[in-house]
């Protein structure tokens, strides 16, 4: 069965850290642009952090520059969200989504996602 899983989230308090996983069961995420989202109560859904598997690019949204780090280990077919600094405004849920990266694919833009993960919680309380 194809699926992206996400795990890792859960309860920190300010300034912890969390690391988030992505994992494709199913189908090869070298083929795969793989974007993070996250949506918190009321708001729209945004995006955090993106991997471009035929370049190797990254892309974080400003909310999260030089705190979120994201990366792929190819043998465990698993990508990684590193969240370092965590802030309150940084809890939702954070999902994991996979576009097939035809030539046109890339980081900075949404498109029609081929996966979608369930989901993680991730919230940031004192």
């Known amino acids: 069965q194809e699926q992206l899983a996400e795990s890792g989230g859960g309860l920190t308090q300010p300034g912890g850290s969390l690391r988030l996983s992505c994992v494709a069961s199913?189908?090869?995420?070298?083929?795969?642009?793989i974007q993070w989202f996250r949506q918190a109560p009321g708001k729209e859904r945004e995006r955090v952090s993106c991997?471009?598997?035929?370049?190797?690019?990254?892309d974080y949204a400003d909310s999260v520059k030089g705190r979120f780090t994201i990366s792929r280990d190819n043998a465990r077919n698993t990508v990684y969200l590193e969240m370092n600094s965590l802030k309150p405004e940084d809890t939702a849920v954070y999902y994991c989504?996979?576009?097939?990266?035809?030539?046109?694919?890339?980081?900075?833009?949404?498109?029609?996602?081929?996966?979608w993960g369930q989901g993680t919680q991730v919230t940031v309380s004192s």
């Open positions: 991997f471009s598997s035929s370049d190797g690019r990254t």
């Open positions: 989504a996979a576009v097939t990266q035809l030539a046109w694919i890339r980081c900075g833009k949404e498109y029609q996602y081929d996966y």
């Open positions: 199913g189908f090869n995420l070298d083929y795969f642009l």
